[in-house]
């Protein structure tokens, strides 16, 4: 089995700043992929953007530019610093691994969800 353990969530005022780490552990051969989506309410779970090992990284329209993700590979740890938040980015921020096992089977997995909430 696999856990992410999300950390770093909070309230934030209009153009601060915020950093989300998430962890992995477990059965871990390796993680082709981890990234970060979020869910605002009432609405749908959304890409935020995903960062595989040895490519480049993709972001959502909406936090091109504001926000960035990095991983630390040896440590199965994503990161995803957020700058010039707005109200718009309220949500519940999840982290998300694409987890190679030793048996090589590949597994979505998430975490527990981190409130980020944007206000003054």
């Known amino acids: 089995q696999v856990q992410l353990v999300e950390s770093g969530g909070g309230l934030v005022q209009p153009g601060g700043s915020l950093r989300l780490s998430c962890a992995a552990s477990?059965?871990?051969?390796?993680?082709?992929?981890m990234g970060w989506y979020r869910q605002a309410p009432g609405k749908q779970r959304e890409l935020v953007g995903s960062?595989?090992?040895?490519?480049?990284?993709n972001y959502a329209d909406s936090v091109k530019g504001r926000f960035t993700i990095s991983r630390d590979n040896a440590k199965n740890t994503v990161f995803l610093q957020m700058n010039s938040l707005k109200p718009e980015d309220t949500a519940v921020y999840y982290c998300n691994a694409q987890v190679l096992d030793y048996r090589k089977i590949l597994r979505p997995y998430w975490g527990q969800g981190t409130q980020v909430t944007v206000s003054s």
């Open positions: 960062m595989p090992s040895g490519g480049s990284t």
């Open positions: 477990g059965s871990i051969f390796n993680i082709p992929s």
